[in-house]
T-cell receptor, first 114, second 112 residues
Framework: DGGITQSPKYLFRKEGQNVTLSCEQN?????MYWYRQDPGQGLRLIYY???????QKGDIAEGYSVSREKKESFPLTVTSAQKNPTAFYLC?????????????FGPGTRLTVT | GQQLNQSPQSMFIQEGEDVSMNCTSS?????WLWYKQDPGEGPVLLIA?????ELTSNGRLTAQFGITRKDSFLNISASIPSDVGIYFC????????????FGGGTRLMVKP
């Protein structure tokens, strides 16, 4: 089955620790995205990548880092510099290009930092 | 960045009722998308709209791309309990590449 997987579903970390969230897709999409969702809120873009080995900051990139070494994978690291990391994190992918607008989402990872 | 105002923020539904929600933008959008999110899950794409005036259905769901290109509407007919969830609109601003701007969501709940 084609789709996007995120792991783990739930993640718990102590304050001050970096943590990496996994996102893998087998849809053969060039573009991948990371969003953050807080309770009762919409989605805010953290980082996006249009092609392997290239990525750009979104609206709330501070305290996060990403890599795009493979087309299928776009891991997100939440660093200790992120002041309020507890949130629901969503990964998405799409075909690239201006005519490609439909983003498909993974099931999300809920990160709790205490 | 671009702003999308989605309303209502929440609403209660009774089984069998029709439901309407909408999104408005301060700028012209080239694409409107509607997603549904169940609790603890990722959003699922329901309908995509690409042309002003376009009216598209997906089962009991119907969405329209507003003529002004600054708004979109989603209607759910004869609602059922599994319609409960959060509905998000998303739009692509004309020079935003394939970046989407999301509305704040409409939460549908069942009337007690």
């Amino acid at each position: 089955d084609g789709g996007i997987t995120q792991s783990p579903k739930y993640l718990f970390r102590k304050e001050g620790q970096n943590v990496t969230l996994s996102c893998e897709q087998n849809l053969n999409h060039d573009a991948m995205y990371w969003y953050r969702q807080d309770p009762g809120q919409g989605l805010r873009l953290i980082y996006y990548s249009q092609i392997v080995n290239d990525f750009q900051k979104g609206d709330i990139a501070e305290g996060y880092s990403v890599s795009r070494e493979k087309k299928e994978s776009f891991p997100l690291t939440v660093t200790s510099a992120q002041k309020n990391p507890t949130a629901f994190y969503l990964c998405a992918s799409s075909i690239a290009g201006t005519g490609a607008n439909e983003q498909y989402f993974g099931p999300g990872t809920r990160l709790t930092v205490t | 960045g671009q702003q999308l105002n989605q309303s209502p923020q929440s609403m209660f539904i009774q089984e069998g009722e029709d439901v309407s929600m909408n999104c408005t933008s301060s700028s012209i959008f080239n694409t409107w998308l509607w997603y549904k999110q169940d609790p603890g899950e990722g959003p699922v794409l329901l309908i995509a709209l690409y042309k002003a005036g376009e009216l598209t259905s997906n089962g009991r769901l119907t969405a329209q791309f507003g003529i002004t290109r600054k708004d979109s509407f989603l209607n759910i007919s004869a609602s059922i309990p599994s319609d409960v969830g959060i509905y998000f609109c998303a739009g692509r601003y004309y020079n935003a590449g394939n970046m989407l701007t999301f509305g704040g969501g409409t939460r549908l709940m069942v009337k007690p």
